[in-house]
C-alpha cells in the first residue's frame, strides 16, 4: 500500500520492521521481508516523482574538495537514486576483502564467499545474468575476449546494466498491492529517538512541508538512506543519544569514500575500440574494463584501480537531450528546462535518431562508438577518518541541520592514479591495442588541489562502516548498529573499503542478507 503521510491516520503506526527510505535498499529489504510474511513500514521523504521541493532538502555544505555529487546524484523520492542510474553491476574483487598492510583499516568482518549466495539473488533482483564465482566466472559470448595483457599487471572484466533499473518502476505493484508492505511518502525522518536505557530504538518520527507529523514503532529498524544522508540523520538523532544514535565512539560520517575519477587523455587504436566497446544482449549491456592485478596492487602498494575507454560518442548533446526529456516526461516534470532540451534535440535531429535506432531497432547501446575515445580511471580512496559528513550550520525547510561534507583524498590516491596510467598506458601500447596520449595527464603533490581535476563519481561510502570491533566500526557483520539492539543499516555506508566496482549490487547482496537475518529472529519459535 501507497499512501501520503498527509494522510496517515492513526499518527502513531506499528509494524514489525520499519524502514527508513525508499531506494534500492529500502525496497529490496521490504519486498524481502514482506514475503517472509514480515509486517513493513517504508517511510520515504520524497513523493512518487521527483519534487524540487523534496530535492532541496538535500542541499548541503561542501567543504574540502569539491564534490558536485552530493547535489546532482542524489534523489529524494520513491525509488531514490535508481530513478536516474544507469543500473551498472559489478562484484567486489577477493581483494577488496582483505586487510592490505599498505591500505589503512582495511580488511571487512565477512568473506566473499559469505556473501557469495546472496549476490546471486542480487542478480535475480536487477534481472541481470549470474557473474558465477570467481573461480569460475564465465565471459560473456557477445564480448571479444579481453587483450592479453600480463595478468601479473591488469586483468579484464565486465560490468552489466540491469535492463529495469528503476527500482519505483519496477516495484510498483508489489509496494500498491502486498499487504504487509505500507509504505508512505513525505514522510521525512527526523529522529530516531532512542529507549531511556540507549540500547534500542523506541520509534522514528516523521513529518512533512505541511506540519504533518508521522510516529513510527516497530521491533527493528532499518536505515536506507545512502551513504551522505544516513549519517546525517544518525547524527540528528540527539534527544537521548548525545552526539547522535550509535555515535559512542565518533565514528558515524567518518570514513567517506567516493570513487575518485580522473580522465586521462585520447586513444588513438582501432583495436581497443573493438575490444572495449559496449554491447548488448537480450536487454543487457555489457561493458568491458580494465582492472588492476592483485599483485601489482601488491608490488606497487596501490590501491584497487580500473579503467574505462569512453566514446565520445556517448555523450552528444542531441541524445542527451533526448534521454533527459524522456526522463522529464515520465516524471512529469514541465517547464523552462524542457524548451532547452526540444532546441537541442531540434538542432541535432539526426544525432537522436541514429542512437534511437541502434536502441530500439537494433537492440544495441544507443551511444555511438565510431567517434574519437578518450582514457579515464577510477580508484579505490584509502579510508580516511577526517574525510567525513558532519552537521553544518544551517537548517532545511524542516529545521534539520543540513549535511556538511569534508572530501579529502591523500597521498595514496596520487601515487595510485600515478602508476596505474603509466601501466595501463604502458600495456596497450605493447600489445598494439593503441597509443594512449598521457602528456596532459599531471596531478599535484599536494591533495588539496585535487578540485576540479578529480571527478566525483556518486557512490557514497564507508560512514557507518562495518567492524567486528565496536571502536572500529558503526555496525557488526550483520550490519547492526553496535550498542543498539534493534537498529540496523541497508546502505553503501557500511562498507568499510571501497573497492572500485559500482557499489549497488553488493549493497543489495548486503540488504537480502540483513533481510534474512530479521526474517529469521522474527519468526524464531518463542
Request: charged content about 20%; glycine content about 10%; some cysteine.
Amino acid at each position: 500500500m501507497l499512501t501520503d503521510i498527509a494522510a496517515a491516520d492513526p499518527r502513531e503506526l506499528r509494524a514489525q520492521v520499519c524502514v527508513v527510505g525508499g531506494g534500492a535498499a529500502g525496497i529490496t529489504m521490504a519486498t524481502e521481508l514482506a514475503r517472509n510474511g514480515i509486517s513493513v513500514i517504508v517511510l520515504e521523504g520524497g513523493g512518487r516523482r521527483f519534487e524540487e521541493r523534496s530535492q532541496e532538502l538535500f542541499r548541503s555544505e561542501v567543504v574540502g574538495l569539491a564534490h558536485a555529487g552530493i547535489h546532482s546524484l542524489r534523489f529524494r523520492t520513491l525509488g531514490g537514486a535508481t530513478t536516474r542510474w544507469a543500473g551498472q553491476a559489478l562484484p567486489l574483487q577477493d581483494i577488496d576483502f582483505t586487510a592490505r598492510s599498505w591500505v589503512p583499516e582495511s580488511g571487512w568482518p565477512l568473506t566473499p564467499t559469505e556473501l557469495q549466495p546472496y549476490l546471486r539473488r542480487a542478480e535475480a533482483i536487477l534481472a541481470i545474468e549470474t557473474f558465477g564465482d570467481p573461480a569460475e566466472r564465465r565471459w560473456p559470448s557477445i564480448l571479444p575476449l579481453g587483450p592479453a595483457f600480463d595478468e601479473r599487471l591488469l586483468s579484464t572484466v565486465y560490468s552489466q546494466f540491469s535492463p529495469s533499473p528503476n527500482f519505483a518502476e519496477v516495484s510498483r505493484d508489489t509496494l500498491e498491492t502486498l499487504s504487509k508492505i505500507n509504505v508512505v511518502l513525505h514522510a521525512n525522518v527526523t529522529e530516531i529517538v532512542a529507549s531511556p536505557q540507549g540500547d534500542a530504538v523506541d520509534c522514528v518520527t516523521a513529518k512533512d512541508f505541511d506540519g504533518h507529523e508521522l510516529t513510527v514503532g516497530a521491533e527493528h529498524f532499518v536505515v536506507c538512506c545512502g551513504g551522505i544522508e544516513t549519517a546525517r540523520l544518525l547524527l540528528s538523532s540527539t534527544s537521548r543519544s548525545e552526539g547522535g544514535i550509535g555515535n559512542g565512539h565518533d565514528l558515524v560520517g567518518r570514513y567517506f569514500q567516493d570513487h575518485p575519477g580522473f580522465s586521462v587523455g585520447e586513444i588513438i587504436g582501432e583495436a581497443a575500440r573493438e575490444h572495449f566497446r559496449p554491447r548488448k544482449e537480450r536487454g543487457i549491456k555489457y561493458l568491458p574494463l580494465i582492472r588492476a592485478a592483485e599483485q601489482w596492487q601488491a608490488e606497487t602498494e596501490s590501491l584497487n584501480c580500473g579503467a574505462a575507454v569512453v566514446f565520445e560518442g556517448a555523450r552528444l548533446p542531441g541524445v542527451e537531450a533526448g534521454k533527459s526529456l524522456v526522463t522529464a516526461v515520465r516524471e512529469r516534470r514541465f517547464g523552462r528546462g524542457r524548451l532547452e532540451e526540444l532546441r537541442e534535440i531540434a538542432r541535432h535531429p539526426l544525432q537522436l535518431a541514429t542512437a534511437a535506432n541502434r536502441y530500439y531497432v537494433r537492440g544495441a547501446p544507443s551511444q555511438d562508438t565510431s567517434g574519437p575515445m578518450s582514457l579515464v580511471i577510477g580508484l579505490e580512496q584509502a579510508p580516511n577518518p577526517d574525510s567525513r559528513v558532519t552537521l553544518g550550520e544551517h537548517v532545511d525547510a524542516l529545521g534539520q541541520r543540513v549535511a556538511r561534507l569534508d572530501w579529502r583524498l591523500g597521498e595514496a590516491e596520487i601515487k595510485t592514479a600515478r602508476q596505474f596510467v603509466k601501466t595501463v598506458a604502458g600495456e596497450m601500447e605493447r600489445l598494439g591495442l593503441a597509443s594512449v596520449d598521457v602528456g596532459a595527464f599531471s596531478l599535484s603533490d599536494d591533495p588539496d588541489e585535487l578540485s576540479g581535476v578529480v571527478v566525483d563519481i556518486g557512490h557514497h561510502m564507508g560512514t557507518t562502516r562495518m567492524a567486528t570491533d565496536p571502536d572500529r566500526g558503526v555496525v557488526n557483520a550483520n550490519c547492526t548498529v553496535h550498542g543498539v539492539q534493534n537498529l540496523h543499516i541497508a546502505s553503501c555506508s557500511v562498507f568499510p573499503t571501497s573497492g572500485v566496482s559500482n557499489p549497488t549490487f553488493t549493497m543489495l547482496a548486503l540488504s537480502v542478507r540483513l533481510a534474512d537475518h530479521l526474517a529469521a529472529a522474527l519468526t524464531a519459535p518463542g
